[in-house]
């Protein structure tokens, strides 16, 4: 119970519990979580690291990923994700939010909030997506300051620079400015949107010693690849960004047609969570036997059609 409970909660920083997992041979697999429900779950599933991206923490409030939402919108996520699993968590932290000042205050905020690690792009506002078109890229040295005032302003967090230069410059550029944000100080390098495991291959063969973060986002520029490929092709981390969110809408809108359709959502029913199942998620009796003078809940069964009472 990590959200109430001290005890629960892991003793050392979050950055350094990060840093410990990467340091294990393999991959490390990180799955969106654009919640806290969804934070539960992936743990339930047995990963220990998890990824909030901006595209899905933003779809989530119903805007796109456009840059458009401020440090404090994301420190809320990242407080709740980060205390209702007590994994460690990735951030996306777009452009960093304005030049080197700003990128110091995103730091000291996310890393406050519980972030283990934030990735910084090297795009410039507005931004998009890093596998849509016509990106409008910073200058390399710009992006390295940015990086050289996220190390200053970290104790424990781990900085990922991510380069969305390959679409643009291709692999030559994406390696440049990768090797200048590793000497800026970046701890993980993200090459955005490469489109062919032999690209994926050619770049980790370009920056050897060096960890290295694959994005399989669906519906964009790069094929399928499981984390064991990706392992195989010389990457540290593998992030699903938008996954969870993308079923879990699908899931929503479909309900909605149902219910306004049928005016029911009986149909609906074998692709629900139960209440058990859901109070079973959230620990709800944990939570529940921390005060004894709550009454313990009894989860009512649903009555068959036509009954009353």
């Known amino acids: 119970m990590t959200y109430l409970i001290s005890s629960d909660c892991p003793a050392a920083p979050a950055g350094q519990r990060l840093r410990a997992l990467l340091q294990r041979p393999g991959i ?25 991206s901006g595209a899905a923490m933003t779809a989530s409030m119903g805007l796109p990923d ?3 939402v401020t440090v404090d919108e994301v420190a809320f996520f990242v407080r709740q994700v980060a ?6 968590v990735l951030v996306d932290g777009d ?5 080197a000042l700003n ?4 730091v000291r905020c996310f890393e406050e909030a519980g972030a283990a690690a934030v990735h910084i792009e090297d795009q410039l506002l507005p931004k998009k997506c890093g596998h849509l078109n016509d990106k409008k890229l910073a200058d390399p040295a710009d992006m390295a300051a940015k990086i050289q005032a996220a190390v200053r302003a970290r104790r424990d967090l781990v900085i990922v620079a991510r380069t969305d230069a390959a679409a643009s410059e291709g692999l030559d550029g994406a390696v440049s400015r990768a090797k200048r944000y590793v000497e800026a100080g970046a701890d993980v390098i993200f090459p955005e949107a490469l489109t062919t495991p032999e690209m994926f ?8 010693g060096v960890p290295l973060l694959a994005n399989m986002t669906e519906f964009g520029r790069t094929p399928f690849l499981t984390a064991a490929e990706f392992a195989a092709l010389g990457y540290k981390i593998v992030i699903w960004p938008v ?13 909605y047609a149902t219910l306004a359709r049928d005016g029911s959502t009986e149909a609906m029913l074998p692709r629900m969570q139960t209440r058990a199942e859901l109070y079973a998620t ?16 009894v989860v009512p069964e649903m009555p068959a059609r036509g009954t009353t009472g």
């Open 28 to 52: 490390l697999p990180m799955p969106g979580a654009h919640n806290g429900l969804a934070a539960l779950q992936a743990k339930a599933a047995g990963f220990e690291a998890l990824y909030l």
């Open 66 to 68: 456009l840059g458009i």
């Open 83 to 88: 205390r209702a699993a007590g994994l460690p």
């Open 95 to 99: 452009t960093g939010y304005g030049e």
């Open 103 to 106: 990128v110091m205050h995103m």
């Open 201 to 208: 291959r050619a770049f980790a063969q370009r920056l050897p």
């Open 243 to 255: 996954s969870a969110l993308r079923c879990a809408a699908r899931a929503q809108a479909d309900l």
């Open 282 to 297: 959230i620990g709800y009796a944990d939570y529940e036997a921390l005060d004894s003078s709550i009454v313990a809940t």
